[in-house]
C-alpha cells in the first residue's frame, strides 16, 4: 500500500502526479505548514483525477487563529488565495483556496488528526477499493467524474450504495483487505 504521508509516492507516478510533486516541492507548500501535519489527499494521489482536478491537503491544527494566521502568512499572496470559516460535519473548518499554476490549491483544515479525518479515510479506501477492483473500475470512476459526479457519488453508484456514499464509504469493507 502507498504510503500517503509524504508526497515521495508522486515523484513515481503519472505525468500529472510528478507535476504536482514538482509545483508543492518547488513552492514549499507542504514545508510551510509541516507543524500542521499536512496530507495531500482527493483524486490525484489515487490517479482518478480529472482535468480541474485541484491538490487537497489536509491540515490538523489545535489552535484555529494559529493555523489561520499561517496560511494567510505562507499563502496570502498567491493568486486567487481566499481563506474562510465554515461547519463541516459540524465540526469548525478552516478552508483556503490559491492558484499555483497550473493547479488550484485547497488548503482545507480541522481540530482533528489528518489521518482520522474523512477525507484521508476516504482516500484510503478509494484507493483500496481501486486496488481490488482493477484498471476498469479505475476508468469508470474516472467517465463518472468526467460526468460531473463528485468521487465518493461516483464510487457509490458503482459499488451500488443505497445510502451517502460519503458515510457508506467509511465503513465499506474489501474482502482481499479484511
Same mark, same amino acid.
Given at each position: 500500500m502507498t504510503d500517503f504521508s509524504t508526497i515521495e509516492y508522486l515523484k513515481f507516478g503519472n505525468q500529472k502526479q510528478i507535476l504536482a510533486y514538482d509545483i508543492l516541492t518547488r513552492n514549499t507548500i507542504l514545508s510551510n505548514?509541516? !507543524? &500542521? !501535519?499536512?496530507? /495531500?489527499?482527493? %483524486?490525484?494521489?489515487?490517479?482518478? +483525477?480529472? @482535468?480541474n482536478s485541484d491538490l487537497d491537503i489536509i491540515c490538523y491544527w489545535e489552535n484555529k487563529t494559529d493555523f489561520k494566521t499561517k496560511i494567510q502568512s505562507a499563502f496570502g499572496? @498567491?493568486?486567487? &488565495?481566499?481563506? *474562510?470559516? %465554515?461547519?463541516? +460535519?459540524? $465540526? @469548525?473548518?478552516?478552508?483556503?483556496? &490559491? =492558484?499555483? +499554476?497550473? &493547479? !488550484?490549491?485547497?488548503?482545507?483544515?480541522?481540530?482533528?488528526? %489528518? =489521518?482520522?479525518?474523512?477525507?484521508? =479515510?476516504?482516500?484510503?479506501?478509494?484507493?483500496?477499493? /481501486? %486496488?481490488? $477492483?482493477? @484498471?476498469?473500475? *479505475? /476508468? !469508470?470512476?474516472?467517465? /463518472?467524474?468526467? $460526468?460531473g459526479y463528485k468521487t465518493e457519488p461516483a464510487f457509490g453508484l458503482l459499488l451500488g450504495l443505497k445510502n451517502d456514499p460519503y458515510l457508506e464509504l467509511l465503513n465499506y469493507k474489501i474482502d482481499s483487505f479484511i
Open positions: 505548514i509541516a !507543524e &500542521f !501535519e499536512p496530507i /495531500l489527499v482527493g %483524486t490525484i494521489p489515487i490517479n482518478i +483525477d480529472i @482535468e499572496k @498567491e493568486k486567487e &488565495f481566499t481563506i *474562510r470559516e %465554515t461547519q463541516i +460535519d459540524n $465540526k @469548525e473548518t478552516v478552508v483556503a483556496n &490559491f =492558484k499555483i +499554476d497550473p &493547479f !488550484e490549491i485547497e488548503i482545507f483544515g480541522q481540530n482533528i488528526p %489528518t =489521518k482520522n479525518q474523512n477525507g484521508y =479515510k476516504h482516500m484510503i479506501i478509494e484507493d483500496q477499493i /481501486l %486496488t481490488s $477492483k482493477g @484498471e476498469n473500475f *479505475r /476508468l !469508470e470512476i474516472i467517465k /463518472l467524474k468526467q $460526468k
